[in-house]
């Protein structure tokens, strides 16, 4: 497990092929982490992609779900949940809601 200081950092790291699974949290005001799904989406670039958010609303999961993500959690998380959804990201389970 590593973690990004930055949107920019993540990028360049699924770019090298270093992210097996991309955690992220799109809740506002900053926008960078739905800009990074967005930019891996354009660039097709085959990494699995959770989103684990507190600001949960049908609009952004479908803005999500349009650029390919299937994982998706609304805060607060059971960690059981947690593990079941990660599994799921990299294809050992069942897909998450």
């Known amino acids: 497990m590593a973690t990004a200081l930055s949107p920019g950092m993540a990028w360049l790291r699924c770019m090298r092929g270093e992210v097996d699974l991309l955690i992220v949290d799109p809740s506002p005001p900053d926008r960078a982490a739905t800009a990074l799904v967005k930019a891996l989406h354009d660039?097709?670039?085959?990494?699995?992609?959770?989103?684990?958010?507190?600001?949960?609303t049908p609009r952004q999961r479908a803005q999500l779900r349009a650029l390919g993500v299937e994982h998706y959690l609304a805060k607060p998380v059971e960690l059981l949940d947690l593990v079941q959804a990660v599994h799921a990201a990299l294809g050992a389970g069942p897909?998450?809601?």
């Open 43 to 56: 660039e097709q670039l085959q990494v699995p992609v959770l989103v684990l958010t507190s600001y949960d």
């Open 95 to 97: 897909r998450s809601n």
